[in-house]
């Protein structure tokens, strides 16, 4: 393979690996069937998408409305994906929430981490450069040995300015009717994939 | 279930959960016999043992003398009792070696870890307060919502002092035939058990 092969991939969470807007619908659905209430909850979470606008809700506003909650699941092809991947790499999230939230939020949806990089261990939030070269020197890896895997292209920006290998794959549905963007590579990453068994594909594992 | 129940449990790993012991020998006898020496691996060992002592090899000589090897196995006992603990608990080492050399190690034995809470989280090795309260702090635990099991007396009683919850079991091979001490619980640990797998099983998974 003539690719660059990391040795650590890290992975955007909420919206690349797990489904928060179908996850938060199919708990507020449950949650209203134990309490009678009938309620267009898909029409209310695009309500506060569309309220928020896709830029005013952050990485950060959705870690603050499902904190507690814990119980976000994965993509269809996320568990599958990053089990193949944790045979040959160190894989790990490498998200704004907290090791207590991811950890607890990966034991609900199976994700397989073999490393939980939360933004409490370096001090800092994406996209300070901080969290991106944290890894690697938590790692006593070279930048270049670290990839970054994300649904957004704003994430893996950030993640080039430090030298980290980028790997995309869109997932069209996050934001559900009111995407506005993110529905394809809109830069030369080092691997642009269909989705986490696709990037695991190409990788050759 | 009487006994009060953990959140997390944390694991001593040099010894606890790894055989550092009998993995060096077979590491060094595999070296061995690629390069064509015939050596008395063991006696090597052993003597190594007996020169420093058991006093004198500390948990963070171990890691300095396996820094870079990563090819520790676990004990028998290890994978199958921490996948069923898995199930049930956050689990994870507290070690003093640090995340990147607990994280490969993990890999290469399969230990299916939640987090990896190494020393360089904490800025501190054990026996300081700040490893087993830092665990608790950071996954928004109180210190009796940690358990922390090891083979050795000694850890548990520094965990103790930090309102930690504590399991013991014996490796009485961990140091070979020069072994002084930890082959039975010296205090009224909350758990004793025979292995892993016990203590799964004394925990109810």
């Known amino acids: 393979m003539a690719r660059k092969q990391p040795v650590a991939i890290v992975f955007d969470t909420f919206g690349t690996v797990v489904d928060w807007r179908g996850s938060l619908i199919a708990d507020l659905t449950a949650f209203g069937k ?4 009938a ?10 998408v569309a ?9 950060q506003d959705l870690v603050h409305i499902n904190l507690g909650w814990h119980r976000l699941n994965g993509w269809p092809d996320s568990v599958p994906g990053l089990t193949r991947l944790k045979k040959q790499f160190v894989i790990g ?9 991811l950890t607890y939020m990966a034991k609900h949806a ?3 981490w073999d490393m939980i990089f939360g933004s409490d261990l370096f001090g800092h939030f994406k996209p300070d450069p901080e969290t991106y070269l944290g890894v690697a020197k938590m790692m006593d890896l070279a930048p270049d ?5 994300a649904a957004h292209n704003g994430d893996l920006g950030n993640a080039r300015k430090c030298g980290l290998l980028t790997a995309f794959f869109p997932r069209p549905n996050e934001y ?3 995407q506005k963007r993110d529905y394809s590579a809109e830069r030369d990453w080092d691997i642009v994939a269909k989705d986490i068994e696709d990037l695991a594909e190409q990788l050759g594992v």
Chains 1, 2 share one sequence.
């Open 34 to 37: 134990t309490r009678g209430i």
């Open 51 to 59: 309220e928020f606008g896709i830029k005013g809700l952050t990485e």
């Open 39 to 48: 309620a267009d909850w898909p029409a209310l979470m695009d309500k506060l």
């Open 145 to 149: 040995q670290v990839m970054m895997a």
């Open 93 to 101: 999230p490498l998200s704004n929430g907290n090791v207590s939230l």
């Open 110 to 112: 199976g994700l397989p």
């Open 176 to 178: 559900g009717p009111h």
